[in-house]
Nanobody
Framework: QVHLVESGGGLVQPGGSLRLSCAASERFREVNVMGWFRQVPGKQRELVATVLRGGKTNYADSVKGRFAISTINAENTVYLQMNDLSPEDTATYYC??????????????WGKGTLVTVSS
């Protein structure tokens, strides 16, 4: 079973920056899409940004111009650069992938999440 492992969360002041990383525990046979979602208690998980295998990206309107998702590298790692953070960005950020593993099984994968807190 492949796992997604996030890192890079933490406490940052408003206006600051953080870089999140997501790595797969094993290399997928093929990755269709990877991305980031976020969730605050009592609310639904929402899309932040995704990147397709070919490099096409998609962002939530609330983060356009501030966040940037990397392309998917050969190690099935993806990064989320978050700039000009605001308290409204405080959430647990989850890495997501839709991929095919070494047994030709395709499905969705989720990481356990990394907490981002934006506060002065």
């Amino acid at each position: 079973q492949v796992h997604l492992v996030e890192s890079g969360g933490g406490l940052v002041q408003p206006g600051g920056s953080l870089r999140l990383s997501c790595a797969a525990s094993e290399r997928f046979r093929e990755v269709n899409v990877m991305g980031w979602f976020r969730q605050v208690p009592g609310k639904q998980r929402e899309l932040v940004a995704t990147v397709l295998r070919g490099g096409k990206t998609n962002y939530a309107d609330s983060v356009k111009g501030r966040f940037a998702i990397s392309t998917i590298n050969a190690e099935n790692t993806v990064y989320l650069q978050m700039n000009d953070l605001s308290p409204e960005d405080t959430a647990t950020y989850y890495c997501y992938a839709n991929a095919i593993d070494s047994f030709y099984s395709g499905k969705d994968y989720w990481g356990k999440g990394t907490l981002v807190t934006v506060s002065s």
